[in-house]
């Protein structure tokens, strides 16, 4: 256990941190796995409306910093791509 009142101060708001960070990545999760079933369903209608939200979604974890912006990038283009296939 921490000794020193700033050592204290740091666990608590590590513990802050961490519980924002998780909240946010389940979030981005959901949103992903939410836009695959629909990708999965072959439900273009749904896919299509999705895709903002996800984008944004993804977008907003990046600018956090859970995922890097690459990986941001990769999951836009990769879910992109699924969805124009699955519209023509």
Known sequence: MANTYSA???VRQTERR????????TR???QI???????????????TALLPQT???IDRSAKLGIIKKNTA?????KLHLKVK???A
Do not use: I
């Not at 961490?18 to 990545?25: A, D, L, Q, S």
């Open 18 to 25: 961490t519980e924002v960070n998780r909240k946010n990545k």
């Open 55 to 57: 984008f944004s979604e």
């Open 33 to 47: 796995r939410a836009m695959r079933r629909a990708l999965t369903g072959k439900d273009a209608k749904a896919a």
């Open 85 to 87: 296939a699955l519209a």
């Open 8 to 10: 204290m101060k740091r």
């Open 73 to 77: 990038a990769r999951y836009k283009s």
């Open 28 to 30: 981005l999760r959901h």
